[in-house]
């Protein structure tokens, strides 16, 4: 990969403020805390990742390891079109149970 194919994320990782919010939302708990996945990203954390890097209606999203759906989600309450793939039978059917529940954008 050549270095202008690469995307650097500054602090991601090493500031407490990117550690402190790596946390789950009040927000957020209706559609993602009814299955605890240690592996998840927090919503807001998809959120804040798609808005820095301009993600729109006008982009598919494809999250080849999609967990439990979180990115999905997020996509589709805020309508960009999106594909997951996930290979856990668990993760699987909590990610299916998320993305088929009714999405309110505004919630």
């Excluded at 790596?22 to 998840?40: G, I």
């Excluded at 807001?44 to 494809?62: A, G, M």
């Excluded at 439990?68 to 909590?94: Q, Y």
């Amino acid at each position: 990969m050549r270095g202008e194919d690469t995307i650097a994320i500054d602090g991601a990782g090493r500031d407490s403020a990117y550690r402190e919010d790596n946390r789950l939302r009040s927000e957020d708990r209706a559609a993602h805390s009814w299955y605890r996945f240690v592996l998840s990203f927090p919503p807001h954390l998809v959120r804040e990742y798609l808005q820095r890097f301009d993600v729109d209606s006008r982009t598919r999203v494809l999250d080849p390891f999609c967990g439990t759906g979180t990115t999905i989600v997020e996509c589709k309450k805020l309508g960009i079109p999106s594909v997951g793939v996930e290979s856990n039978p668990m993760a699987c059917f909590a990610s299916q149970g998320k993305v088929d529940w009714g999405v309110d954008p505004n919630g």
